[in-house]
Antibody, heavy 120, light 106 residues
Framework: QVQLQQWGAGLLKPSETVSLTCAVS????????WSWLRQSPAKGLEWIGD???????NYNPSLKSRVTLSVDTSKNEFSLTLNSATAADTAVYFC??????????????WGQGTLVTVSS | DIQMTQSPSSLSASVGDRVTITCRAS??????LNWYHQRPGRAPKLLIS???TLRDRVPSRFSGSGGGTDFTLTISSLQPEDFGTYYC?????????FGQGTKVEI
């Protein structure tokens, strides 16, 4: 059974960098894309981007200039950095496996979520 | 961006009721539509993919239908554990987008 466990700093000051990591157990990173999403009262659920084991990425155009996704296949982990954070980046951040095959293209399973608060 | 609009935004129903939630896409998305259920403080859980495919271990009281721009999630007989918020999500575009959610209260 695939499980995702995520962690990272939860309280940041404006202009600092959001940095989160997600460890995958029960499956190799190969064969899927691995995604980051976030959820806030203002914007609801928002897809940030995804990455495969080769480092091929897709990004939300509205965040692309500030986001970097990376993978560490030796640790079976993938990571998110979002720089120049503002209060608008305050959200619960989730990692998820993106299953993308034929007509199927969905997020399952998800990590437990990390609340990131950006405040001075 | 493909905009996803759900209705209603919230509803209150009794155990045993039939519940229907609709989702409309701002453009044709074929059947590239998924449904998720989220309880407070938890991550969303996938219920239905490709508009109508019930995922493993999801109770058969859940069903999905539709195509093009209009989709429906139906709960045939609402159970206490079904409270929470339901979201639709389009995967037609690589830039995935979600509906705003429908909060179901028992």
């Amino acid at each position: 059974q695939v499980q995702l466990q995520q962690w990272g700093a939860g309280l940041l000051k404006p202009s600092e960098t959001v940095s989160l990591t997600c460890a995958v157990s029960g499956e190799s990173l190969r064969g899927h894309y691995w995604s980051w999403l976030r959820q806030s009262p203002a914007k609801g659920l928002e897809w940030i981007g995804d990455i495969n084991h080769d480092g091929r990425t897709n990004y939300n155009p509205s965040l692309k200039s500030r986001v970097t996704l990376s993978v560490d296949t030796s640790k079976n982990e993938f990571s998110l950095t979002l720089n120049s954070a503002t209060a608008a980046d305050t959200a619960v951040y989730f990692c998820a496996r993106r299953k993308w095959f034929g007509v199927d293209d969905f997020f399952d399973p998800w990590g437990q979520g990390t609340l990131v608060t950006v405040s001075s | 961006d493909i905009q996803m609009t759900q209705s209603p935004s919230s509803l209150s129903a009794s155990v045993g009721d039939r519940v229907t939630i609709t989702c409309r896409a701002s453009q044709i998305i074929s059947t590239f539509l998924n449904w998720y259920h989220q309880r407070p403080g938890r991550a969303p859980k996938l219920l239905i993919s490709a508009a109508s495919t019930l995922r493993d271990r999801v109770p058969s009281r859940f069903s999905g239908s539709g195509g093009g721009t209009d989709f429906t999630l139906t709960i045939s007989s609402l159970q206490p554990e079904d409270f929470g918020t339901y979201y639709c999500q389009q995967s037609y575009d690589t830039f995935h987008t979600f509906g705003q959610g429908t909060k179901v209260e028992i």
